[in-house]
């Protein structure tokens, strides 16, 4: 069984992301890891924690009512998401890796992160870049 | 019957993106189309384009041997090879977009060029980044 890896934040993008990795998960026959990555330090509080959590949750009943074998990774530490995204694809060996590219507000103009550059330029597998609405 | 759009360049970034648009247009029950853009001009002369043709016929084989239900689109033209690959796509109602990411000779290093960047970011369906090995 093939593995789908997507990078998640409780964002627009992120939900896209999450949308279209269990859409390929589905496709493909595939089992889905969800990484969520967050900077740790002081700025990461108990009520920070919490909110995280309970977005996972969410993450986790939608992918769970899609049938999609899967599991959830959350990464508090000092790495760049990148890193980490593209770390776990290798270590999984993964076939795909699905991203969302942000917008930058407020007119809505995407634009291509530090982060998007380098999981495209870096992972070892094909990586799908997607868009919210 | 949905469409996948690759981006073809007889380079092996462009037989990434072929082969793997092949692979996604099976799994997917989609049709394909192929879209090879040049630069026209007095740079691109009977011989140039002599052999351009070759390999679309190469390419056309290929696809032909994978079953995938397909169109090759050359233009030759002063657009940029992101805005023919986007409006086509768009044209067609593309589901997906697959480009190749090419590799900066000779240390082999990977590059966003200006067209994988631009097509990441204005196509209207999600884009899939494939390497060369």
Do not use: W
């Amino acid at each position: 069984m093939g593995t789908v890896v997507v990078g998640y934040v409780p964002k627009p993008e992120g939900e896209a992301a999450l949308t279209a990795a269990i859409a390929e998960a589905k496709l493909r026959s595939s089992s889905l890891v969800v990484v969520n990555s967050h900077r740790g330090g002081e700025s990461f509080d108990a009520e920070k924690s919490a909110k995280a959590e309970a977005e996972l949750d969410a993450v986790r009943k939608q992918v769970e009512a899609s049938g999609v074998e899967f599991e959830v990774r959350q990464l508090v530490r000092g790495f760049e998401p990148a890193e980490d995204l593209i770390g776990i694809a290798e270590s999984v060996g993964a076939e795909l890796i699905v991203i969302g590219l942000r917008r930058r507000t407020p007119v809505g103009k995407l634009i291509l992160g530090s982060n998007a550059q380098r999981i495209l330029l870096d992972a070892h597998c094909p990586v799908l870049a997607v868009k919210s609405d």
